[in-house]
């Protein structure tokens, strides 16, 4: 069975910098493209940021910068968050980038805040 945990949540402050990450299984991220998703109290999985053959997309840059990154032999994948907004504040997920998803983790929480 898939697991995903995710770590690293904080509160940070608006301009401030975190790295988040997502664990799992190395046979998972040689076989599955992921994603991160943020999702707010009470809404749906918004998708984030995702990595696939070719570029890294930031679908969001209103809320600051958001790197993909992957570790693929030791079953890890990052988020970068620079230059983080308010905006930001939300619970991070990773998952497989389409549907079906797997099992979601239980995320972890990023707030931005003074």
């Known amino acids: 069975q898939v697991k995903l945990v995710e770590s690293g949540g904080r509160l940070v402050p608006p301009g401030g910098s975190l790295r988040i990450s997502c664990s799992t299984s190395?046979?998972?991220?040689?076989?599955?493209?992921m994603a991160w998703f943020r999702r707010i109290a009470g809404e749906e999985y918004a998708l984030v940021a995702t990595?696939?053959?070719?570029?890294?997309n930031t679908l969001d840059s209103t809320k600051g910068r958001f790197t993909f990154m992957q570790s693929t032999e030791i079953g890890t994948l990052y988020l970068q968050m620079d230059d983080l907004k308010p905006a930001a504040t939300g619970r991070y997920y990773c998952n497989s980038l389409s549907s079906p998803h797997f099992p979601w983790g239980p995320g972890t929480q990023v707030t931005v805040a003074s």
């Open positions: 190395p046979n998972l991220l040689r076989t599955t493209p």
């Open positions: 990595k696939d053959a070719v570029f890294i």
